[in-house]
Nanobody, 125 residues
Framework: QVQLVESGGGLVQAGGSLRLSCFAS????????MAWFRQAPGKEREFVAA????????YYADSVTGRFTISSDNAKNTVYLQMNSLKPEDTAVYYC??????????????????WGQGTQVTVSS
């Protein structure tokens, strides 16, 4: 099992920045990648960004490309999401996720078997 704990959410004005962190513990050796998803009230959970555990190419949703940056510190088993130029439509609960064992990085939420509890990000206009 993999346990994930997110932190860093909060309230910020439009145009501001936040950095989210996700710490992984447990069987971290099975992690092929880590990703961020988000879910706004009344909407489905959507992919935000992902990074392979081995490093390399990162992937982003079109809505956040150029504004958000995903990075990782493998020594600390932590993945980060730097969010700049935030917009009110970025308001959501942000979740960290790890794919099921044997699965690779994906934008599909059903590829992920391990989830954090989420951290609220609220962007005021």
């Amino acid at each position: 099992q993999v346990q994930l704990v997110e932190s860093g959410g909060g309230l910020v004005q439009a145009g501001g920045s936040l950095r989210l962190s996700c710490f992984a513990s447990g069987r971290t050796s099975i992690m092929s990648a880590m990703a961020w998803f988000r879910q706004a009230p009344g909407k489905e959970r959507e992919f935000v960004a992902a990074i392979p555990s081995s490093g390399g190419t990162t992937y982003y949703a079109d809505s956040v490309t150029g504004r958000f940056t995903i990075s990782s510190d493998n020594a600390k088993n932590t993945v980060y999401l730097q969010m700049n130029s935030l917009k009110p439509e970025d308001t959501a609960v942000y979740y960290c996720a790890v794919p099921f064992f044997g699965h690779t990085m994906s934008s599909r939420s059903d590829a992920y078997g391990y989830w954090g509890q989420g951290t609220q990000v609220t962007v005021s206009s």
